[in-house]
């Protein structure tokens, strides 16, 4: 069974600075995908960003970028430069992707709620 | 290119009642997937729809169920209501293959 771990449950950083939020994950499955989801008040779930168990490379997306480490089995979610706007519970997730997608379902972690001040 | 939809995004219901929850994917996304988020047991998957068959399904009771029509355009109806369905639907979109998964702006339930 898929398990994904996000040890930190909240996290304040100051506007500007970058941040590093925690993410381990379990999984039997040699082929999944790690993703990032932005939650603020409002409930809507953003995506961030996503990797692929077979990249080579770490993703990355503007300010976002996915440090993965396979081995270790963590997929930490690095923002650089925080806005005050990046204030919101951020949640890591993981996919099998079989050839058919037949378990195509995201666990998610409880997730971490960053606080940027000012 | 337009992101997911959900209609409506805010319903109040009575125990006992039935509630349809609609979900219109990104244009050329074949999956759809249900998502019941609440503050107690977090975000769970309820099942996921590809090409209108469902793939796979969630620890829930019979009362919930979904279909997806031929346009990807999905629904889900949970049968009568209780007190403790009351959460954030969230529904995603994606290909079905690897890659991305869009989120919704969900649908809050309020059970009374």
Avoid at chain 1, 11 to 18: G, H, I, L, S, T
Avoid at chain 1, 85 to 100: I, K, L, N, P
Avoid at chain 2, 28 to 48: C, I, N
Avoid at chain 2, 84 to 112: I, K, M, N, W
């Amino acid at each position: 069974a898929q398990k994904i771990t996000q040890t930190q449950p909240g996290m304040f950083v100051q506007e500007k600075e970058a941040v590093t939020l925690d993410c381990t994950y379990d999984t039997s499955d040699p082929s999944y995908g790690l993703f990032w989801y932005k939650q603020p008040s409002s409930g809507e779930m953003i995506f961030l960003i996503y990797q692929g168990s077979y990249d080579q490379q770490n993703a990355t997306e503007g300010r976002y970028s996915l440090n993965f480490q396979k081995a270790r089995k963590s997929a930490n979610l690095v923002i650089s430069a925080s806005q005050l706007g990046d204030s919101a519970m951020y949640f890591c997730a993981m996919r099998e992707e079989r050839s058919g997608g037949s378990n195509y379902k995201l666990t998610f972690g409880k997730g971490t709620l960053l606080t940027v001040n000012p | 290119k337009a992101g997911v939809t959900q209609t409506p995004r805010y319903l109040i219901k009575t125990r006992g009642q039935q509630v349809t929850l609609s979900c219109s994917p990104i244009s050329g996304h074949r999956s759809v997937s249900w998502y019941q988020q609440t503050p107690g047991q977090g975000l769970q998957f309820l099942f996921e729809y590809f090409s209108e068959t469902q793939r796979n399904k969630g620890n829930f009771p019979g009362r919930f169920s979904g279909r997806q029509f031929s346009n990807s355009r999905s629904e889900m109806n949970v049968s009568t209501l209780e007190l403790g369905d009351s959460a954030l639907y969230l529904c995603a979109s994606s290909t079905g293959l690897a890659g991305e998964q869009y989120f919704g702006p969900g649908t809050r339930l309020t059970v009374t």
